[in-house]
């Protein structure tokens, strides 16, 4: 029957929004953690990369 299939396409659908609001929280804890710049070492220059590349769809979901 078709009820059962719509069933389980609905808990896979909240499971992965789950699982999304997860990494959006882990996003803000590791933002929280982290400086925002280098320590001052004197008499060293330190740098760093790296590239902050939010989901694509993080910015335009909506609640």
Do not use: C, N, Y
């Not at 059962?4 to 804890?29: G, H, K, M």
């Amino acid at each position: 029957m078709l009820i059962q299939p719509l069933r389980e396409l609905a808990q896979w659908v909240q499971s992965e929004i789950t699982r999304e609001d997860e990494i959006d929280q882990a996003v803000l804890v590791q933002k929280a953690v982290f400086a925002d710049d280098p320590p001052a070492v004197p008499g060293h220059t330190l740098t760093a990369s790296g590239r902050e590349s939010p989901r694509p769809h993080a910015a335009s979901r909506t609640r």
